[in-house]
């Protein structure tokens, strides 16, 4: 059989039109991203496939937007999520991180010059909080230094005075 094959491909050409080719550039590209800005892709971290339908349905409620959310599956528990408007999608990343069915919903922007296969999911923000510190440890400063020993800091909750209590 493999034979038969390697005998069928040394047989293969393309026809002169199939030669041709073509081109897509770079303002094409970024066209499609001027109209498609308000897009996330989704990664629902799980060992099986969820259910894309009850994802639909479940996060939809959950974020209760003000226009209509479009989702597209992009692969098994990946997801390109359309948001009419941008209030929506800022409102969704606020809110994050978000889980499905106790799994991680891992977030990022599109990026259009890319495969979609190549999205990295590699980063998520997590909200920490940490209980029984000193009365003098909650502030500004100190959750700077316990922030940073764990990773990049996106916020700190506290007052305009630091005071974090």
Do not use: Y
Request: glycine share 6%.
């Amino acid at each position: 059989m493999e034979e038969e094959l390697e005998s069928l491909w040394k047989g293969f050409t393309l026809t002169d039109q199939e030669k041709k080719g073509f081109e897509v550039t770079k303002t094409e590209v970024e066209t499609v991203a001027g109209e498609k800005k308000f897009c996330l892709q989704l990664l629902v971290v799980a060992e099986k496939q969820v259910n894309k339908e009850a994802f639909r349905t479940t996060m939809s409620k959950l974020w209760s937007p003000e226009g209509w959310i479009q989702f597209k599956e992009m692969g098994i528990n990946k997801f390109l999520m359309e948001f009419e408007m941008e209030q929506d999608k800022k409102k969704v990343l606020q809110g994050h991180p978000w889980t499905f069915d106790r799994f991680l919903v891992c977030m990022e922007d599109v990026d259009w010059s890319a495969p979609p296969n190549e999205a990295s999911f590699s980063q998520e923000s997590f909200w920490i909080q940490i209980h029984n510190m000193p009365l003098g440890s909650m502030n500004t400063e100190i959750g700077s230094q316990i922030g940073a020993s764990i990773g990049e800091i996106m916020e700190i909750d506290s007052d305009t005075s630091g005071c974090a209590w």
